[in-house]
């Protein structure tokens, strides 16, 4: 596998049964996404659903999961 291929297989590795703590820690860039879904969830998801899954983060918020993810895959450069 090239290079290219095994940093083009770890971003489309972003899906909802990860944790935002797993996101988060390999993605950096994704922390200002989430900062921008905090005014959506009315708190900050990072401080209060860090070890959540983006499923359970979503359903908890009441957030549309397929345009989450698909925001923090345009973050990473996979959109």
């Known amino acids: ?3 290219k291929s095994e940093k ?3 971003i489309c590795a972003i899906e909802p049964g990860m944790t935002v703590l797993d996101i988060v820690s390999k993605y950096n860039a994704t922390q200002d996404v989430f900062k921008r879904w905090d005014a959506r969830a009315g708190e900050c998801i990072c401080c209060n659903a860090l070890f959540e899954s983006l499923d359970v983060v979503a359903e908890k918020y009441n957030l549309d999961l ?3 993810v698909q925001d923090l895959k345009k973050a990473v450069g996979n959109d």
Do not use: G
Request: net charge negative.
């Open 1 to 3: 596998m090239t290079d």
């Open 8 to 10: 083009y297989s770890s």
């Open 66 to 68: 397929a345009v989450l």
